[in-house]
């Protein structure tokens, strides 16, 4: 049985687990991370643009066209390196606290300033009711929950393409903020590559998020579903993903090539946090949990 490694601060444990079994990145299964299940193929579409490699970025036009897909003015808008720079360059500029624990690792958790919020919460999975109010919203998962781009809110809002075209290598987020230049101040110079910037607009043309919405709800039904036929409580959720009360799950599963996001992160070691398959991943996931002998303990 080989070492299996500990998990990550922020999921997306699959290469390090394949390195641990020997086997190919591509041949594991990585539900530690939720990307959008039902993206278009982004690698085809990156082929047609692998020109742009010879440019240095010039993300204006592409950051112009992100901003009429989301709806909102061009001045308010700037892309970003992923989400997590977005996240990193709003911090900087304003710092910050989070709303409540547990809450996304990466948001500031400094003892007073503005309030941060994942939405939908992360991990819970759970949309913000309506009227609640942070300071700064993380929309990384939205528009994959609700089928919209944003909600609109008069806060700053930090986002992520990677999930919604379920491109992590791609490295693409985007900040709205109505003073939007004082983030951008912190960025660095071609801080977004040449490629992101060239395939954006062939990507946000092939966006469908109320139907990548929907069939990301009939999908967790049946995720959920799969877990509960083995006795374990599943939390109600509205994102790509299901909360699942199953202490050492990714210890069971990941010598299957199956991996599962523990959340001992965020203060949850009996939980693990699922991203939503395709019916693929769903079946080869309900056969490793089969192999593995994989039920709820009683009591």
Same mark, same amino acid.
């Given at each position: 049985m080989p070492d299996i490694?500990? +998990?990550?601060?922020?999921?997306?444990?699959?290469?390090?687990?394949a390195r641990a079994l020997g086997i190919d990145p591509q041949s594991v299964l990585d539900?530690?991370?939720? /990307? !959008?299940?039902? +993206?278009?193929d982004v690698a085809s579409m990156?082929?047609?643009?692998?020109?742009?490699?010879?440019?240095?970025?010039? /993300?204006?036009? #592409?950051?112009?066209?992100? +901003?009429? #897909?989301i709806g909102v003015d061009p001045q308010r808008v700037i892309l970003t390196n992923g989400g997590s720079e977005a996240i990193s360059l709003v911090a900087q500029e304003i710092g910050g606290r989070v709303w409540a624990e547990p809450e996304f690792g990466l948001h500031p958790r400094n003892s007073h300033g503005p309030v941060w919020r994942s939405? /939908?919460? !992360?991990p819970s999975g759970r949309l913000a009711d309506f009227g609640e109010i942070a300071d700064v919203w993380d929309e #990384?998962?939205?528009?994959? #929950?609700?089928?919209?781009?944003?909600a609109g809110r008069a806060a700053v809002v930090v986002g992520s393409l990677t999930k919604v075209f379920a491109s992590p290598g791609l490295r693409l987020g985007y900040i709205i903020a109505d003073d939007v230049e004082r983030f951008s101040r912190h960025q660095s110079q071609w801080s977004v590559g040449s490629l992101a910037v060239s395939a954006l607009p062939e990507l946000l043309e092939s966006a469908d998020l109320p139907a990548w919405s929907e069939a990301i709800a009939t999908a967790r039904k049946e995720l +959920?579903?799969?877990f509960r036929r083995r006795g374990f409580v599943v939390e109600d959720a509205d994102a790509p993903w299901v909360l699942v009360r199953a202490p050492g799950l990714r210890e069971q599963l990941a010598p299957l090539g199956v991996v599962v996001r523990d959340c001992s992160s965020f203060g949850m070691s009996e939980y693990v946090r699922v991203g939503v398959p395709d019916s693929v991943g769903l079946a080869r996931l309900e056969s490793a949990m089969i192999r593995a002998g994989v039920e709820a303990k009683s009591g």
């Open positions: 490694p500990l +998990a990550g601060p922020h999921g997306g444990d699959g290469p390090r687990i539900l530690s991370q939720s /990307p !959008n299940p039902f +993206a278009p990156l082929a047609r643009h692998l020109d742009a490699v010879r440019r240095y970025p010039d /993300p204006w036009e #592409a950051a112009r066209l992100l +901003a009429d #897909a939405d /939908p919460h !992360n #990384a998962f939205y528009p994959l #929950a609700t089928g919209r781009w944003t +959920a579903e799969v």
